[in-house]
């Protein structure tokens, strides 16, 4: 059974950081693509970021290139998303995502979703 499970959200001003963590269980890590993504109350899903199974190409939602930064590290199955000169509009539940394809994550789609940590950030 694959388990999809995020940390490092929280509460933080405007121009400060946080980074978040996602780890997936029940799958080979390594052959995953994976994906962030982020929903505000009342307003619909969005892409934030991607990457590939073997980290060599990520994709940025325009709205995050130079503040948010996606990595992973495979031997220890863990997906990261640093973010950094937060804004308020920044505020949303973020969801980590992985699907065999990375087109599936970056068409939305893809197969396997965590349960998503919430990102608040202060004016």
């Known amino acids: 059974q694959v388990q999809v499970m995020e940390s490092g959200g929280g509460l933080v001003q405007a121009g400060g950081s946080l980074r978040l963590s996602c780890t997936a269980s029940?799958?080979?890590?390594?052959?995953?693509?994976m994906g962030w993504f982020r929903q505000a109350p009342g307003k619909e899903r969005e892409r934030v970021a991607s990457?590939?199974?073997?980290?060599?190409?990520?994709k940025y939602a325009d709205f995050v290139k130079g503040r948010f930064t996606i990595s992973r590290v495979n031997n220890k199955s863990t997906l990261y998303l640093q973010m950094n000169s937060l804004k308020p509009e920044d505020t949303a539940m973020y969801y980590c995502?992985?699907?065999?394809?990375?087109?599936?994550?970056?068409?939305?789609?893809?197969?396997?979703w965590g349960q998503g940590t919430q990102v608040t950030v202060s004016s």
């Open positions: 029940g799958l080979t890590f390594d052959d995953y693509a």
């Open positions: 995502a992985t699907d065999l394809y990375l087109q599936s994550v970056l068409t939305g789609s893809p197969k396997y």
């Open positions: 990457i590939s199974a073997s980290g060599g190409i990520r």
